[in-house]
């Protein structure tokens, strides 16, 4: 993993909202974003989501519903964040997590319109994969 932009402000707050299913991280550029557990858990910055290269992204399913279990310091620089389906393998740097947060509307839309096109489900099905059939 690169090293930290320095250009970049570290967090000077995070609070987990169970209740809401967010997270509000402050930054100490005076920016504040509100990151739903959903959102993070489909960008996670794992290999097992991001894949290991360009166009290897694996699209996470069924997610609407998820929690953040746990949330535990990596450094001076990251977080791990451990979600209610078991994931828990991306590193959150200060860095991604600003970046997702600026870009979070747009990337939003993107994964909603990925959804889209597979034909799947932001629900939790009850089988092994939350696909619903097209229409004809």
Request: a negative charge.
């Amino acid at each position: 993993m690169a090293g930290l932009d320095k250009s970049n402000p570290s967090p000077t707050e995070i609070k987990l909202h169970q209740k809401s299913r967010v997270l509000e991280i402050a930054f100490a550029d005076g920016k504040c974003f509100t990151l739903p557990f959903e959102f993070l858990r489909v960008y996670s910055p794992s290999a097992e989501v991001r894949g290991h290269g360009p166009g290897q992204e694996v699209l996470q399913v069924g997610k609407k519903n998820v929690e953040i279990t746990a949330i535990e310091p990596v450094g001076s620089y990251a977080v791990q964040l451990t979600f209610s389906d078991g994931h828990d393998s991306g590193l959150y740097s200060w860095d991604y997590l600003y970046n997702v947060g600026v870009n979070q509307d747009a990337m939003w839309k993107h994964y909603l319109e990925r959804m889209q096109e597979a034909g799947a489900s932001r629900d939790a099905a009850t089988g092994e994969y939350a696909q619903r059939p097209k229409s004809k």
